[in-house]
């Protein structure tokens, strides 16, 4: 796994020829807008992203020349998570969001869930990062710190909503992303198992390859114990 700069060039000229921004533009404009207390506790974590989103933040990163900024906050965070918790790297000492103008789905989504379902989601990530705990010490002979698995965002009982969106408008609207994503997989610009990764991923393959990524991070692991 790895994103080449022939893929990124490929992926933009698919993004310009059919017109991919706007679309993505449009899933977002159907979310209403909301009032945050500005807390950033739902910012304690690195988030998934689509493709298309991914290349819509790297575009605007390269931009605002912060690129070499963000790699190194990415980079720090990518190859210490399984170590401590580390806060999403885009989110800045004040609290505000490096990325806002172009922050992903999840993040505008957040929110918008009801309690049973930020609980489930929560209860599927636990046992995820369980999963993840067992493997290390099978593989590698080291646990994850407790507060590494046990992690949560808690659910937020400040934000509010004048017109909440129901559970199927949200599943509509990743459908319409994966539609998008899809694009880049029939062109084989992407591969199935890229379908689903962090913001955080996408970046750290534009630099490692998958193999080399993982090492380094596996060893910042072990040599943290
Ligand atoms: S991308 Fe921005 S809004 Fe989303 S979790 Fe990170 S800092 Fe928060």
Redesign the pocket.
Known sequence: MEITKNALNESNKLVKINNLISNLETIYSKIPSGECNGC?K??MES?HAFYIEFLNIYDYVTKNDLLENVMEKVEDHYFNELVEVKP?P??KEDKT?L??PV??LV?RLFGHATKEVHESNYAHILEQNKAADDYFFENYGVHLNDEVVFHKIEYCEQFYCEKPINENKKNEMIDDMFMIDTQFLMEDILSENMLNMSITNWFIYTKYAEEEASEKRISHLTNGK
Request: hydrophobic share 40%.
């Open positions: 950033a739902c910012c988030v999403c885009f989110l969001c990325i806002y922050r992903p993040c």
